[in-house]
């Protein structure tokens, strides 16, 4: 569609920020062409592919380490001292590292935990920073991270929409029509130009 519509009409793309869609259009390809070639933020909910009971999966798979994600595209961290599994407090995309940022709750949120010596943040006051490139999982991670409170509200507009659609599909009888041939379906839509102006 993106590919059509840079032919056709590049000014919409250039102004266009993000693309909300459905589960079925989730892909680690569609992802990477809205991002790289276009600059468009995907905004598309993600396709439940894990193997039952696989809650999460390892951030590094090539070392030991307590911070993991799950398929909703949360980060957490696990203290090995307490036991406990946080959420990560997300800090934002830095484009330059094509990378999102996460440091460590307790730091983030104000709570006393137990484990923060044995993290590895280097003695900082700062906390733990984890830097996830979207290189990692090009399905999973995006500009805009999944748990963050910009995608839910990006998401949520999308069904907004769908609601509109399906109020005009069942006001205007699309639902339900015997419209055949072309010169009629255009009839359709001057008629439903007039009702809304």
């Known amino acids: ?16 920020k ?7 259009y989730d892909s680690k390809e569609n992802n990477e062409k809205l991002w790289d070639d276009y600059r468009i933020k995907p905004i598309i909910d993600i396709r439940h592919m894990w193997k039952d009971g696989e809650e999460t ?12 994600y799950d ?11 307490e036991g406990s599994c946080r959420e990560m407090a997300y800090m934002g ?17 104000g709570y006393e ?17 984890v830097r996830i490139p979207l290189s990692r999982d090009r399905r999973m991670f995006v500009a805009v991270a999944r748990s963050s409170y910009a995608w839910g509200r990006a998401y949520r507009q999308r069904t907004a929409v769908e609601r509109v659609n399906s109020r ?8 339900r029509h015997f419209i055949r ?17």
């Open 1 to 16: 569609m993106m590919e059509e519509l840079d032919g056709k009409d590049e000014e919409i793309v250039k102004r266009a």
């Open 18 to 24: 993000r693309l909300r869609g459905d589960r079925g």
């Open 57 to 68: 999966r390892p951030l590094y798979e090539d070392k030991v380490d307590n911070i993991v």
């Open 71 to 81: 398929e909703g595209g949360k980060v957490y961290c696990h203290c090995e001292v």
């Open 93 to 109: 995309y830095e484009d330059k590292r094509k990378s999102l940022k996460y440091r460590c709750p307790a730091q983030s949120y």
């Open 113 to 129: 935990c137990r484990g923060k010596d044995r993290c590895n943040n280097g003695g900082s006051e700062y906390g733990r920073i």
């Open 168 to 175: 005009l599909d069942v006001s205007f009888g699309f639902e």
């Open 181 to 197: 041939g072309m010169k009629k379906m255009n009839l359709v839509k001057i008629i439903i130009g007039k009702i809304k102006m």
